[in-house]
Nanobody, 117 residues
């Protein structure tokens, strides 16, 4: 069974940077599309970025040019490099994995990112 563990969340000042990690175990990493979502207090969970098994990426408009998603198959790990952070980026960030063959998905427990103004 796939397990995802996020790390790297922290309190950072506006304009700062953070790198989130998502460690993947229990499956074949190369057949999973990987996603970052986030949920701010009182708001719905929203898409942030995705990376396909082949490395193709997509981003929410709100993070384009500031965030970079990547995956490292040798490490079975996905990353989210977040630059020029804003207070509105404050949220719990979740990692998700979608098996492109079975369409089954898995979620991590989340990591808190807080950006102070």
């Amino acid at each position: 069974q796939v397990q995802l563990v996020e790390s790297g969340g922290d309190l950072v000042q506006s304009g700062g940077s953070l790198r989130l990690s998502c460690a993947f175990t229990g499956g074949i990493f190369s057949v999973y599309a990987m996603y970052w979502y986030r949920q701010a207090p009182g708001k719905q969970r929203e898409f942030v970025a995705s990376v396909s098994p082949g490395g193709g990426t997509n981003y929410a408009d709100s993070v384009k040019g500031r965030f970079t998603i990547s995956r490292h198959h040798a490490e079975n790990t996905m990353y989210l490099q977040m630059n020029i952070l804003r207070p509105e980026d404050t949220a719990v960030y979740y990692c998700s994995a979608l098996n492109v063959r079975s369409r089954q998905s898995s979620w991590g427990q989340g990591t808190q990112v807080t950006v102070s103004s």
